[in-house]
């Protein structure tokens, strides 16, 4: 098997021949630092963030990129939007959607909104979303030329993140949930709409899959209660899966935190699998028991500790013990529990790409 088609089987909560191995994604720094292994120096590109590099320095970054998951044979990667973003000053940048968003140096990873364009009723009825656009598109395009057998995820917005993005402040938002609902699904009917053309757009790029981005929990549970979800992301949620099956393909929901209250309303909604599994609040095998049978489960090798301060031997016997409680019968792919972000030891990205290989065999992994 390929890649592609180990991913494929995956979804389909099927076995491969191998465990597959993915990514969500991976920082600037964390692509410097595992490329060092694989590219020479001249050819590194610069430790900036993409929205400060020129367009010789971002050909630089997807060079690297592309080399190491070609060296480390990944089974798939993940394209992420390439919509514009422009620098505010040396702490801000503001996208396409009028977004601002706060990023410091480079060993922040992702930019978090802080304010946004939408307060209330009134800027919701001037707001005018912005158009999906081919160059959105761009990385998917290159990714699809450049690893014809690796399956291709995109990254795409979210009901729930886009629409408290628009208004700068997650809590606000979620206060909108009792004080004013019509606002908040009228939010979400935008934005849903929008996802709809981004999704539809994917497709006619020969997207191979999709994970929709925006967490929901936090290590203690759901970000709101599971009523909260059914009636104000739930519905949104539906329609976009039903979208991405009715263009043949499947699609991911990622959430960090402990999603395990919420989790049977996403497989209702109709969502393929669930990623990361975070091993700070969810065991994966009791998540791949009580699931398996109806969504793939993906990641868990953990990204907040062991990857950023253990060693590569603690890494691949976490990788050990993920694959041997997650993916006997199929249906899991390994990634982190977020991604590959700018704390990650390179060192241990590499144990770990090395120990799923290792153990990561069908059909051993059948019986165990």
């Not at 969504?295 to 041997?324: H, M, W, Y």
Request: aromatic share 10%; hydrophobic share 35%; proline share 7%.
């Amino acid at each position: 098997m390929n890649g592609k088609q180990r991913i494929h089987t995956a979804l389909n909560r099927e076995q491969p021949d191998v465990v597959p191995i993915w990514e969500m994604a991976f920082n600037e720094e964390s692509i410097i630092g595992i490329g060092k292994y694989f590219v020479d120096d001249d050819k590194l590109p610069p430790k900036k963030k993409t929205v400060d590099m020129t367009a010789e320095e971002k050909a630089a970054m997807m060079y690297t990129y592309v080399t190491f998951v070609n060296e480390l044979d990944l089974d798939g990667v993940t394209a992420l939007s390439t919509a514009p973003r422009v620098r505010i000053d040396k702490d801000y940048i503001r996208d396409d959607y009028g977004i601002v968003y706060h990023q410091g140096g480079e060993k922040v990873g992702e930019p978090y909104p802080v304010d946004g364009p939408v307060k209330d009723m009134s800027d919701l009825k001037k707001y005018k979303m912005r158009t999906v656009k081919d160059d959105d598109f761009a990385m998917l395009d290159l990714f699809k030329s450049a690893f014809p057998n690796r399956s291709i995820a995109l990254h795409m917005p979210a009901t729930f993140k886009l629409s408290w993005s628009l208004m700068g402040s997650m809590e606000e938002f979620l206060m909108k949930y009792l004080l004013e609902p019509e606002l908040a699904h009228s939010l979400a009917r935008m934005v849903t709409d929008y996802c709809f053309d981004v999704v539809e757009k994917a497709v006619e790029k020969n997207v191979d899959w999709i994970i929709m981005e925006g967490d929901l929990a936090y290590n203690p549970g759901p970000l709101m209660s599971p009523a909260h979800y059914d009636e104000f992301i739930g519905p949104y949620h539906k329609e976009i899966c039903d979208k991405a099956h009715e263009c043949g393909v499947k699609i991911v929901k990622h959430s960090d935190g402990n999603l395990t209250p919420l989790v049977p309303a996403l497989l209702n909604a109709g969502f393929d699998g669930i990623h990361p599994i975070q091993p700070q609040c969810m065991d994966i095998g009791k998540t791949k028991k009580e699931f398996g049978d109806r969504a793939c489960v993906l990641g868990n090798i953990d990204c907040s500790f062991l990857l950023v301060f253990d060693t590569p031997e603690a890494t691949r016997q976490s990788v050990k013990e993920t694959i041997a409680a997650a993916a006997p019968g199929g249906g899991y792919i390994l990634s982190s529990s977020n991604s590959i972000h700018p704390g990650c030891k390179p060192e241990n990205y590499l144990a770990m790409v090395e120990a799923a290989r290792k153990y990561g065999k069908y059909p051993e992994l059948a019986g165990k």
